[in-house]
């Protein structure tokens, strides 16, 4: 069977702990700065032009079905 290779050691912790520092000194103002977009003309609601009645039709389906379910439940 193969050996697991050894753990690391406190001081191979020292050298992610630099890392970090290094990290932290990175001066992100030496970055250079990023162009912005130029605004793009705004999309075309598509739900705009529908009827809002259209949106009844699922309501009374839904309505619809659960009455006689509720009805057919309480007779059993």
């Known amino acids: 069977m193969p ?3 050894p ?3 406190a001081d191979d912790h020292h050298s992610d702990d630099a890392d970090d520092a290094e990290d932290e000194e990175h001066d992100p103002s030496t970055e250079p700065k990023r ?3 130029v605004a793009e ?4 609601d598509p739900y705009a032009t529908e009827d809002s009645s259209s949106m009844l039709v699922p309501v009374a389906v839904a309505i619809g079905i659960f009455i ?3 009805f057919c439940l309480c007779k059993l």
């Open 3 to 5: 050996r697991l290779p």
């Open 7 to 9: 753990l690391p050691s």
């Open 35 to 37: 162009r912005r977009r």
């Open 41 to 44: 003309p705004r999309v075309i």
């Open 68 to 70: 006689p379910l509720v």
